[in-house]
Structure formats: structure tokens, C-alpha cells
């Protein structure tokens, strides 16, 4: 079993004081929109790696390798300008403290801004992160990944109807591929309310029986708290707030 702290969008500022040190998670998942010297100081303070995706009002970080020299960008040697020490895992599949992330950052495009992609453009983000599946080895049963991680919601699950808070309608498929036991996004500050929770119903036919899955997707704008067992069938969440 993997604790998890995951955060969103609000800064929260209790969990820099001594009374988050009862919190010991074993590994830190923020869903975009924070300083990344929260992030930061949220590892240093924990001593945990953390696992992120940017959100639309974070820097682009597209185009940053790491080598054996330092961080590069288009073959220059640069300072990289997102969290040190954390593992992007935008457009990628990870597996961080034993728990495998899938990653998608951003938000539907409303301006000009980074970090914002159209429908489609999204969707084929979406296609090529699935494809990645391939690469791991899945038991029969399980999902490929643990955590689908992104900045907003998928449309109709927890978004808002205001331009820059729709949903994707491409993540609902995402889901059905890669069969995550928990869709986590941030995005949509909750204002005072308490955002529901949303059950995805799964199911496939594997040789000789169905197996039945379901995918909770949650939003963390502020903190989540919450076990998971990797290649396990839900999570226990232990405590929350819902933004700042």
C-alpha cells in the first residue's frame, strides 16, 4: 500500500507547518496549477519523490531534456524552469514509488496561453499516451496504469460548462484503455462546495470470465490524502480539503 498526497491548483499553506508531519505520505502527485517551489518544498519536506503534470497557467515545459550534463533545450544547455527533482509525466506512463502514473497536462484552449490544446489536438495526445500501455507488462484483470493524472477533467465528469473549464471528451476513452483505479485532475476550484466524485464503470472479457472495474475520478484542488495498492481496485482516502 502507497500513501499519496496529491494537490491542486490552491496553495495550502498548513502543509508546510508542523502538523502535516503526521501526513507521511510515501509520494507526492500534483495536478498542475501550483508554484513549483511548493512542489518543491513539499518533497524537501516529506523527503518523498513527487510525480506532476502542468496546468495552464504553468510554464511550457516541452522541449526539456535531461542528459548526463544538465538540461537541455534544443540542444542547449538551459535552466530548467519546473519543479527540480520532480518527474513530469505529461504525455508519459512513469512508475514512481511502486504506484504507475499515466499523464496528461492542461486544458481546453480558451486563449493563447500555454499548456491549453483543442479537442482534437488533446485527443491525439490522448491516442499516442495509450499506445504507450504496450510497453509494460499488464496482469490479466488489472489496469495498465494505477493513476490517469490531468489537470482537467474529462467533459461531463466533474467540468464546468464555462469555456475554460469543459472537460475532454477524449479522456473518457483514455479511460477504457488504460483502466486507471483513480482519474485525478484538478482545474476546477471547488469555491466553499465539495466536488462529487465520479464512478466510471468498467468491465472486459478476459478468458472464461468478466472482470468488473471501476475508475473513481477526483478532483484535488487543495489535498488528497489517500492509499493505494498498485495494480489494486480502488483507493482509501484518509483526508482532504477542498482548496485552500
Known sequence: MVRVLSVS???VDSLNHGA???????????????????????????????????????????????TRS??????????????????NADGRIVTVAGVRVAGLGG?????????????AAQRQRANRLALRRFRHRVMPGQGAVDILLTHSPARGIGDAEDGPHRGFKCYLPLVYRLRPQLLLHGHIH??????????????????????????????????CLFDIEPGGSGVEVHRRRHGA
Open 190 to 223: 471547488p469555491h466553499g462546495q465539495t466536488p462529487m466524485d465520479h464512478t466510471i464503470l468498467l468491465k472486459k472479457q478476459i478468458p472464461g470470465q468478466t472482470v468488473r472495474r471501476s475508475t473513481i475520478s477526483m478532483n484535488t484542488v487543495g489535498y
Open 70 to 87: 544538465g538540461w537541455t533545450q534544443a540542444g542547449l544547455p538551459v535552466k530548467y524552469p519546473g519543479p527540480e527533482g520532480a518527474v
Open 20 to 66: 502535516a508531519d503526521e501526513l507521511a505520505p510515501d509520494l507526492i502527485i500534483g495536478a498542475g496549477d501550483l508554484p513549483f517551489d511548493y512542489l518543491e518544498k513539499l518533497m524537501a519536506r516529506f523527503g518523498v519523490p513527487c510525480v506532476f503534470v502542468p496546468g495552464n497557467h504553468d510554464r511550457d515545459l516541452t522541449g526539456y531534456k535531461r
Open 9 to 11: 491548483d490552491e496553495v
Open 107 to 119: 486544458c481546453i484552449r480558451y486563449n493563447e496561453g500555454p499548456n491549453q490544446y483543442r479537442e
